[in-house]
């Protein structure tokens, strides 16, 4: 078996790097070539010769030898123990332990191809599998059945007997024909009270006046009005029941939907939270780790100011035991005290309870009770302190002065004193005083108390005599400790103790789930409290816009109101403007045409005037000229000729001259 093996041991998992390799028998001096012994030189003989001697001896011919002083230290350059070989070596000097090459290799190559064959004491081939036998039928099987209904489902209604009613009567049980096991059956109060009523209506109907009696018809009618307002009203009653009842109904049907949104919310906030609180958890990490390299890289530049390159010291390392040599930084890779638990000290005196009395037996009497007495006072002799002495002096300062207040002075006798000598009083009269209220349970009280007082003080007094005959109550222990009362008080006391430490434990256990839940609920409360004053805030700040948003809009109603009001009266004075100017332009045309017209028309007379006048004095020179000339006929037609020409000439006049010259000329 080759040395590297050796570490498989479990004994002794990890000796920490403290064993070198010592080869044993290997035909050669200490401090000699490891190839001068044979004269292979291969890759593979070098690689298990390296190995063997990186490799630490086999742990089964080593001790341990601990190191008190270190015996709990797990740092590599102050060990607990050392190994030390035996002086005896179970290997024979003559067996060569080099290694013999590849012709062992390849036998144990052809050796893992295989199963391993396993001998038996009968031959049986290695690779058959057997059949199981079969197990024994049994005569007799119970075998329970099973449906498919449960007793609920195939429950049926009771059963009711067949009845046959006697002619000419009506009894009152069949009233309850209709109702049926699970509606109305068993009876309950409701029932009793609906059986109740239909009595009641029963024995109204039988109180009726009959129909025959038209005397009574009227009270009949009235009964029947009364009646039928009851019936209306105590439906009424019974429909605003179902009312309530469905009311309720609805009322806890939206209270579980309200619990069951609060309780989806708040496994929604829990989610989010966790995913918030991880990824603000990654973000500090990372900030952590930046902050940690910017303050390494700002030491390491703090520490070479001027920039200097120096040396690797490798003895200064080795000397100076706080460096990464024997204690290295974690951030590197390297953790010195990995698998540290396997080293903890696992001891039965520890971890059972018969290992711990026994270990308190074992114990010295003076481990469990400490034999420290109080030192007296000591007597101050010889030279004296100033502070010591001013404070003597101060204290017996101080008791002259009290002293001296206490002091009473004494009264002076009087010079001319007379006694006078009073009758002797008579004694007075005996009596007993009433006790005040409550001072007998008073009395009690303190009675009551005194005796508790004097009860535990001989408890005290019994149990530090107990203390201090402790030794001699276990010795009596340890010797009646054989009978089975005792060894039953002993289960019970141990049961019980085991019992305290699971409950301390238990209780350890809740008081740390409750400080988690505790800090997780503070949590929450603080976020679920910002965010309330948040919503507060964002509430608040919305109605404060929306009254900005409302006065907003109210002025701007107003200032359109305003707008459209002076909008309208600027249209009105427009209008009236106009209207105004239009008058006056209708005025100053009117005035004008009145002028022009009033022109024309006197123009229009005088010229027609003065044509009249030429036209008439050229008709009458010419008539005088006819006349003077033409003969009778002639001037007969020469007298009808020129009415004629001055008719068409006139109307030729006319039809040329203006309208209201025309009605003028006309009117002349």
């Known amino acids: 078996m080759s040395v590297s093996q050796s570490s498989s041991n479990p004994l002794y998992p990890n000796t920490g790097g403290l064993l070198e390799p010592i080869p044993a028998n290997t035909g050669r001096k200490a401090g000699t070539n490891p190839g001068q012994g044979t004269r292979t030189h291969t890759p593979t003989h070098q690689a298990h010769t390296r190995d063997n001697l990186g490799s630490p001896v086999h742990l089964t011919c080593m001790f341990l030898v601990p190191e008190y002083k270190t015996m709990f230290s797990s740092l590599p350059h102050h060990p607990r123990f050392t190994l030390r070989l035996e002086a005896s070596d179970p290997v024979p000097s003559f067996i060569d332990r080099r290694w013999r090459g590849r012709v062992e290799q390849r036998k144990e190559a052809l050796q893992k191809l295989v199963d391993p064959l396993i001998p038996y004491l009968h031959q049986v081939l290695p690779n058959v599998v057997l059949a199981k036998g079969k197990p024994p039928i049994k005569l007799v ?245 100033r502070t010591a002495r001013r404070e003597m002096e101060l204290t017996e300062m101080y008791q002259a002065i009290k002293m001296k207040d206490m002091v009473v002075p004494e009264k002076k006798p009087l010079r001319f004193l007379v006694k006078i000598e009073k009758p002797v009083p008579r004694p007075p009269t005996p009596g007993v005083q009433a006790p005040p209220e409550g001072e007998e349970e008073r009395e009690l009280a303190v009675i009551c108390l005194q005796k508790l007082i004097r009860g535990r003080a001989i408890q005290n007094m019994m149990f530090e005599g107990k203390e201090k005959r402790i030794e001699l109550i276990q010795e009596l222990r340890t010797t009646h400790a054989l009978q089975e009362d005792r060894q039953l008080i002993k289960k019970t006391e141990k049961q019980v103790i085991l019992a305290l430490q699971r409950q301390r434990e238990l209780e350890i256990q809740i008081i740390n789930a409750l400080k988690l839940w505790c800090g997780l609920l503070a949590d929450l409360f603080d976020y679920l409290s910002k965010e309330l004053i948040r919503l507060q805030e964002e509430r608040r700040i919305h109605a404060l816009a929306v009254l900005a948003e409302r006065d907003r809009r109210l002025r701007e109603a107003e200032e359109s109101g305003l707008r459209q009001l002076e909008e309208r009266r600027r249209r009105e004075e427009d209008e009236i403007f106009k209207q105004v100017v239009r008058v006056h332009q209708e005025t100053v045309d009117c005035y004008l045409e009145d002028i022009i017209f009033s022109n024309l028309e006197s123009t229009a007379d005088e010229q027609a005037r003065e044509e009249i006048h030429k036209v008439a004095e050229e008709i009458n020179n010419i008539a005088y000229t006819m006349e003077e000339t033409a003969s009778a006929v002639e001037c007969r037609v020469a007298g009808f000729a020129p009415h004629q020409l001055l008719a068409s000439f006139l109307r030729m006049l006319l039809w040329a001259l203006p309208f209201p010259i025309v009605f003028s000329t006309w009117a002349l």
């Open 141 to 385: 099987q119970s075998v329970g059945i099973q449906t498919d209904y449960r007793d609920s489902e195939t429950q049926t209604d009771p059963y009711s007997p067949e009845y046959v009613v006697r002619p000419g009567s009506a009894p009152e049980l069949l009233t309850l024909a209709s109702l049926t096991w699970g509606r109305g059956l068993p009876a309950g109060w409701e029932e009793v009270k609906m059986i109740t009523r239909a009595r009641e209506k029963r024995a109204w109907e039988a109180a009726l006046p009959p129909l025959n009696d038209l005397s009574q018809l009227q009270k009949r009618r009235k009964m029947m009005d009364e009646m039928e307002r009851k019936e209306w009203a105590f439906r009424e009653r019974e429909i605003e029941k179902l009312q309530e009842i469905r009311l309720k109904v609805l009322q806890q049907l939206l209270k579980e939907r309200d619990a069951k949104q609060r309780e989806i919310q708040a496994t929604r906030m829990d989610n989010r939270w966790k995913l918030l609180q991880e990824e603000k958890e990654k973000k500090l990490t990372e900030i952590h780790k930046g902050h940690i390299r910017a303050i390494r890289r700002i030491t390491g530049k703090m520490k070479n100011v001027e920039g200097k390159r120096e040396r690797h010291d490798v003895i200064a390392e080795y000397a100076n035991y706080g460096s990464q040599i024997y204690a290295p930084l974690s951030r590197t890779g390297l953790f010195p005290d990995r698998d540290s638990e396997k080293y903890v000290v696992k001891s039965n005196f520890l971890n059972t309870y018969e290992g711990l009395l026994e270990l308190e037996a074992s114990l010295p009497d003076f481990v469990t009770q400490p034999r420290i007495k109080v030192p007296k006072p000591k007597v101050m002799t010889g030279y004296i302190r």
